[in-house]
């Protein structure tokens, strides 16, 4: 996962330090509904390590929405379990176990009669927590996804689209979960706030280490936002779980090949900064001064590229955070990540 965004050292300091974030693992879960052919869901099996975020993403129909209704028990499962921090979800209350796990859906479900203040303190006041308590959780949220504290004494109806969303997620952080169950929780949002709302996303993922599963049919936000993707196929059927690096780099199949697109180098490139690789000729790019378009060390490899081609060159020099020239990007560079990993063997794969 990549974080496009400086932390706010104040939002940080807001950071609750709560619940721990918890493993989540499927083992052999299938779910058939009555009446139909095929199941929904056919033994998928997979581990989310704690404090990381499992994009689920494949084509309309593959299962990708009911796996994710499967962890809070909205639905139930026909066969295997899911485990949560080493407990079987089907061993608990679902009303507790709901409690318990952040939930954010596309539609963002504010309820319109309670202020913000209100509807972040929906959980926390039905476990039981005080009334002082939970107003000061939902003051620190606020400033935890960057709104002002006056924010909090409006109604839904009075925010943008985007400040629902935040709020949203805000909400779903309330109790402090170890687990969040996101589905297309920015899709409907424009895509420059789309953009925007990622990003802060990615912030806060940064600092709150949750463990998260994330619902999506867009391959890009998926290669953006996990950790790890697990790609399903009709019939609900697990075909690769990586890295998104690894599985552009290794494509397990035909399919998977065209699901992430004939471009997935250039999504490769987006995925490796210019910080992280080493610069060719350093000491000959002191002379070179920064602009206003020139490229940083936290632009991406498919920046650099994009520059290069542009300007007609094999090489640009890039700029540290001091303004500095740190060294150049070239084309070989970029052809060496590329080639690296492409025929490394790709772990977690289905049998």
Request: charged content about 25%.
């Amino acid at each position: 996962m990549t974080n496009t965004e400086p932390a706010s050292s104040t939002a940080a300091q807001a950071a609750p330090k709560g619940a721990a974030a918890a493993p989540l693992e499927f083992r052999g879960v299938s779910k058939r509904y009555p009446g139909q052919e095929t199941p929904a869901i056919n033994d998928l099996s997979f581990t989310v390590p704690a404090g990381e975020v499992c994009v689920l993403v494949g084509p309309s129909g593959c299962g990708k929405t009911t796996a994710m209704r499967l962890v809070n028990r909205m639905i139930d499962l026909s066969d295997g379990d899911i485990l949560l921090d080493d407990r079987s979800v089907m061993d608990r209350n679902p009303t507790e176990l709901r409690r318990e796990i952040g939930y954010v859906i596309q539609q963002i479900g504010l309820f319109p009669h309670l202020t913000i203040n209100g509807n972040m303190a929906v959980v926390p006041r039905l476990l039981g927590w005080d009334k002082k308590r939970a107003t000061a959780r939902s003051a620190e949220l606020l400033e935890l996804i960057g709104l002002p504290a006056e924010m909090g004494r409006r109604y839904p109806s009075q925010l943008s689209g985007g400040q629902r969303q935040r709020v949203g997620v805000a909400r779903a952080l309330a109790a402090d979960p170890p687990l969040m169950l996101m589905d297309e929780p920015f899709g409907a949002i424009d895509p420059i706030n789309r953009d925007r709302l990622q990003n802060q996303f990615l912030r806060l993922q940064s600092e709150l280490r949750k463990t998260i599963v994330f619902v999506t049919h867009d391959i890009d936000e998926a290669i953006k936002m996990g950790d790890k993707i697990a790609i399903l196929r009709e019939g609900g059927e697990l075909v690769q779980y990586d890295s998104p690096d690894a599985i552009l780099a290794n494509p397990a199949n035909d399919f998977v090949a065209q699901f992430v697109g004939a471009d997935r180098g250039l999504k490769r490139l987006a995925l490796t900064r210019l910080s992280e690789v080493e610069l060719a000729d350093r000491e000959s790019s002191g002379g070179e001064q920064m602009s206003d378009e020139s490229l940083r060390t936290e632009a991406s490899l498919r920046d650099g590229l994009s520059r290069m081609m542009t300007e007609s060159s094999s090489r640009e020099v890039v700029f540290d955070g001091d303004g500095q020239p740190a060294g150049y990007v070239t084309m070989d560079i970029i052809q060496a990540v590329l080639r690296e990993g492409r025929h490394d063997s790709v772990a977690n794969q289905p049998a």
